[in-house]
T-cell receptor, first 114, second 116 residues
Framework: DAGVIQSPRHEVTEMGQEVTLRCKPISGHNSLFWYRQTMMRGLELLIYFNNNVPIDDSGMPEDRFSAKMPNASFSTLKIQPSEPRDSAVYFC????????????FGDGTRLSIL | AQSVTQPDIHITVSEGASLELRCNYSYGATPYLFWYVQSPGQGLQLLLKYFSGDTLVQGIKGFEAEFKRSQSSFNLRKPSVHWSDAAEYFCAVGVLAGAGSYQLTFGKGTKLSVIP
């Protein structure tokens, strides 16, 4: 079975550019989570969706960050404009069912903003 | 608000030795607890979880963890470490949120090195 698929795996771009990260959750999973991982702050939850609806975006650092989930099989995290401090590994995870369930993680996108 | 503390940033053990990674949580209600492992360049893989019932839970790769409510702990153990266990380990607490959803709060992780 396919796991959570993220693209691209690596992204290097110059500050000021728009960055779009993509995620395909596991088929049948109805919750989707975006995380950011840095050495300084560890794993931080940015936003999560339930049945394609954003439930909590309080972890989104600022207005430069936005996330969408147009359908059950696709989500994007966009940074515009990007800044060097956005450099991190961004993970997408999905889970199924109601209540607390294990989250399944993708392999992440390593983002470097020069 | 919930929180997770992993007191050890880095642990080194010899191959074949036993392992215990510490995790303490803070949460006002019954916690849902998880251990994940992350190998370099990869995402997090679920090792085991505690929802209710038996406080000693078995996971994959020979790992187990024990939930101790009185100590607010959920320590991860393995009786004999293999070189392939070298990775970073994350403890997490799951909390129910709105609209039937939930979120995980992770500790900062413990990096495990294994020496031959």
């Amino acid at each position: 079975d396919a796991g959570v698929i993220q693209s691209p795996r690596h992204e290097v771009t110059e500050m000021g550019q728009e960055v779009t990260l993509r995620c395909k959750p596991i088929s049948g999973h109805n919750s989707l989570f975006w995380y950011r991982q840095t050495m300084m702050r560890g794993l931080e939850l940015l936003i999560y969706f339930n049945n394609n609806v954003p439930i909590d975006d309080s972890g989104m650092p600022e207005d430069r960050f936005s996330a969408k989930m147009p359908n059950a099989s696709f989500s994007t995290l966009k940074i515009q404009p990007s800044e060097p401090r956005d450099s991190a590994v961004y993970f997408c995870a999905s889970s199924t069912g109601q209540g607390v369930r294990p989250q399944h993680f993708g392999d992440g996108t390593r983002l470097s903003i020069l | 608000a919930q929180s997770v503390t992993q007191p050890d940033i880095h642990i080194t053990v010899s191959e074949g030795a036993s392992l215990e990674l510490r995790c303490n949580y803070s949460y006002g209600a019954t916690p849902y607890l998880f251990w994940y492992v992350q190998s370099p360049g990869q995402g997090l893989q679920l090792l085991l979880k505690y929802f209710s019932g038996d406080t000693l839970v078995q996971g994959i790769k020979g790992f187990e963890a024990e939930f101790k409510r009185s100590q607010s702990s959920f320590n991860l153990r393995k009786p004999s470490v293999h070189w392939s266990d070298a990775a970073e380990y994350f403890c997490a607490v799951g909390v129910l949120a709105g609209a039937g959803s939930y979120q995980l709060t992770f500790g900062k992780g413990t990096k495990l090195s294994v020496i031959p």
